[in-house]
């Protein structure tokens, strides 16, 4: 098994080609014997209706993105994400 390494004990700089993306639709991940595959997707109105005059909105899912990883790492990204301290927003109108 290959050595894991926490991402605290190493630098981390951003390189040339990284990019981000706001997703906001549905999920999904599959795996391959050790390697999972995370594919992000984000809804957006269906253009051709808006052109058309439609007035009734159509919506589309497109994926945008595919991150691939060991499925050690998934494991570690999950762990993550459930001992992370989420900041939310107060609900409007409360004190």
């Known amino acids: 098994m290959a050595q894991q390494v926490s991402s605290t004990q190493l630098p981390v700089t951003i390189s040339n080609d990284f ?3 706001f997703v906001d639709g549905p999920m999904s991940v599959a795996n391959v014997n050790t390697i999972a595959v995370l594919t ?4 957006r109105p269906k253009t051709e209706a808006a052109v058309q005059g439609t007035l009734t909105t159509e919506f589309q899912v497109e994926a945008v993105g595919r991150i691939t990883m060991p499925l050690h790492v998934l494991k570690d990204m999950t762990d993550m994400l ?3 301290q989420f900041a939310t927003a107060p609900a409007v109108g409360s004190a």
Not at 40 to 43: A, D, P
């Open 19 to 21: 990019f981000e993306v």
């Open 40 to 43: 992000l997707t984000r809804v």
């Open 82 to 84: 459930a001992n992370h």
